[in-house]
């Protein structure tokens, strides 16, 4: 019997990342000892401070619904945040508070995109960006990058894949795959190019801004030529290991803001109050308070790094922030390991999850077909074991 789904949800595919996490409990079930390594969640319990919070806020009696677009003093904290950590001036009437970064995402491009626009995604990029340009029925452009070029893409190649459908392009950055930080000279080169086509807005996400080591992010909306028409979405999942709250925030253009209301209004109305007095203590909180988290994330990486450059076909280059490294395993494809034939990542990927009992995702899920996406927000002991499990699998 046939289901009469919609051509909408037909056309959507299903969250790679998602899906392997998924796999992997499956695995779990049916009694397999899986050490996950593919879902982007801090291993981390929520800081004590953000927790009591929350807990205020239930003896405060914050039960109602809350503003769509929420409350004015998280706004004005968020604002806040914005001047000291991003140089960049908003106004209250300038915020969306949402449920989660995601929410934040689908808003903008939802009110901005028409059947047909094409949006611009600097490979490699975050899943959910071409399946909810997908629902728009917009058309996704992917512009390629490379291990060699540490994923990022020149003003060259901006250039070239602008056409007059263009509406949108799409940035991240620290990135989700590849843990790489566009440096403030990378994006004013290639904001050069964007201030020639003033018909494209610019979507900066930057979820993962606090979790960087050497190199400092920078804000696309602090370059004065693109502030008015670039969307800033941040939110307090990663860098506060808040995922379950469910606390996504933009900073845009104040029609884009009201527009994104508007849309809000209509799908979930305002976020989690009790989640919401809780986010206003962690935007206002020096970074300082969870720094313990990200120097612990950055001994992972280095482990991570060495321990894979011990493997041979495994090629690694060192990401600036996130939790996350993009090995480029394409010098598998076309081998038979193990009575296995590798003829691609997610080929590789699933070798690894049956053959080493280690989950990861596919870098085709990131417009990246060469690689596989592996996080390092687990336990030393964990990375340890499924690194050591990855390598005797290949030999």
Same mark, same amino acid.
């Given at each position: 019997?046939?289901?009469?789904?919609?051509?909408?949800?037909?056309?959507?595919?299903?969250?790679?990342?998602?899906?392997?996490? %998924?796999? %992997?409990?499956?695995?779990?079930?049916?009694?397999?000892?899986?050490?996950?390594?593919?879902?982007?969640?801090?291993?981390?319990?929520?800081?004590?401070?953000?927790?009591?919070?929350?807990?205020?806020?239930?003896?405060?009696?914050?039960?109602?619904?809350?503003?769509?677009?929420?409350?004015?003093?998280?706004?004005?904290?968020?604002?806040?945040?914005?001047?000291?950590?991003?140089?960049?001036?908003?106004?209250?009437?300038?915020?969306?508070?949402?449920?989660? %970064?995601?929410?934040?995402?689908?808003?903008?491009?939802?009110?901005?995109?028409?059947?047909?626009?094409?949006?611009?995604?600097?490979?490699?990029?975050?899943?959910?960006?071409?399946?909810?340009?997908?629902?728009?029925?917009?058309?996704?452009?992917?512009?390629?990058?490379?291990?060699?070029?540490?994923?990022?893409?020149?003003?060259?190649?901006?250039?070239?894949?602008?056409?007059?459908?263009?509406?949108?392009?799409?940035?991240?950055?620290?990135?989700?795959?590849?843990?790489?930080?566009?440096?403030?000279?990378?994006?004013?080169?290639?904001?050069?190019?964007?201030?020639?086509?003033?018909?494209?807005?610019?979507?900066?996400?930057?979820?993962?801004?606090?979790?960087?080591?050497?190199?400092?992010?920078?804000?696309?909306?602090?370059?004065?030529?693109?502030?008015?028409?670039?969307?800033?979405?941040?939110?307090?999942?990663?860098?506060?290991?808040?995922?379950?709250?469910?606390?996504?925030?933009?900073?845009?253009?104040?029609?884009?803001?009201?527009?994104?209301?508007?849309?809000?209004?209509?799908?979930?109305?305002?976020?989690?109050?009790?989640?919401?007095?809780?986010?206003?203590?962690?935007?206002?909180?020096?970074?300082?308070?969870?720094?313990?988290?990200?120097?612990?994330?950055?001994?992972?990486?280095?482990?991570?790094?060495?321990?894979?450059?011990?493997?041979?076909?495994?090629?690694?280059?060192?990401?600036?922030?996130?939790?996350?490294?993009?090995?480029?395993?394409?010098?598998?494809?076309?081998?038979?390991?193990?009575?296995?034939?590798?003829?691609?990542?997610?080929?590789?990927?699933?070798?690894?999850?049956?053959?080493?009992?280690?989950?990861?995702?596919?870098?085709?899920?990131?417009?990246?077909?060469?690689?596989?996406?592996?996080?390092?927000?687990?336990?030393?002991?964990?990375?340890?074991?499924?690194?050591?499990?990855?390598?005797?699998?290949?030999?």
């Amino acid at each position: 019997m046939s289901h009469p789904l919609s051509d909408r949800i037909n056309s959507l595919p299903a969250s790679q990342t998602l899906a392997m996490a %998924a796999k %992997a409990r499956e695995l779990r079930a049916e009694g397999k000892d899986i050490i996950g390594l593919s879902l982007g969640e801090p291993d981390f319990n929520t800081p004590d401070f953000i927790k009591e919070a929350a807990v205020e806020a239930i003896h405060q009696d914050y039960n109602s619904y809350t503003p769509v677009d929420g409350y004015l003093e998280l706004k004005e904290a968020i604002c806040t945040k914005f001047k000291r950590d991003n140089a960049i001036e908003y106004k209250p009437s300038q915020i969306v508070v949402s449920t989660g %970064a995601k929410q934040s995402i689908a808003n903008v491009m939802q009110v901005l995109l028409n059947p047909g626009d094409e949006v611009l995604l600097p490979c490699p990029y975050w899943v959910s960006y071409s399946a909810i340009a997908t629902l728009c029925e917009a058309k996704s452009i992917e512009i390629p990058s490379s291990i060699e070029a540490n994923f990022k893409i020149t003003p060259a190649q901006l250039e070239a894949a602008i056409t007059p459908k263009t509406k949108l392009i799409l940035f991240n950055s620290p990135n989700n795959p590849s843990g790489v930080i566009y440096t403030k000279e990378e994006y004013q080169a290639l904001a050069a190019v964007l201030e020639k086509h003033p018909q494209i807005y610019i979507m900066s996400d930057e979820i993962y801004e606090h979790i960087n080591y050497e190199t400092k992010p920078f804000s696309l909306a602090a370059i004065d030529s693109l502030y008015d028409r670039t969307i800033t979405v941040n939110g307090l999942a990663k860098a506060f290991a808040m995922t379950g709250w469910r606390i996504g925030y933009i900073g845009a253009p104040e029609w884009i803001a009201k527009a994104c209301t508007k849309m809000q209004g209509q799908i979930t109305s305002g976020t989690n109050c009790i989640a919401q007095r809780a986010a206003i203590t962690a935007v206002l909180a020096p970074v300082s308070k969870i720094q313990y988290m990200v120097d612990e994330f950055k001994t992972r990486r280095g482990i991570v790094i060495d321990l894979l450059r011990e493997i041979d076909g495994f090629k690694v280059n060192v990401p600036d922030g996130a939790f996350y490294v993009f090995p480029d395993v394409s010098a598998f494809f076309g081998k038979t390991i193990d009575g296995i034939t590798i003829n691609n990542a997610s080929d590789f990927s699933l070798f690894l999850l049956e053959k080493a009992n280690v989950a990861t995702v596919t870098g085709e899920a990131f417009g990246a077909p060469d690689c596989i996406r592996i996080s390092y927000a687990a336990s030393e002991l964990q990375i340890r074991e499924a690194i050591k499990r990855i390598k005797e699998a290949l030999s």
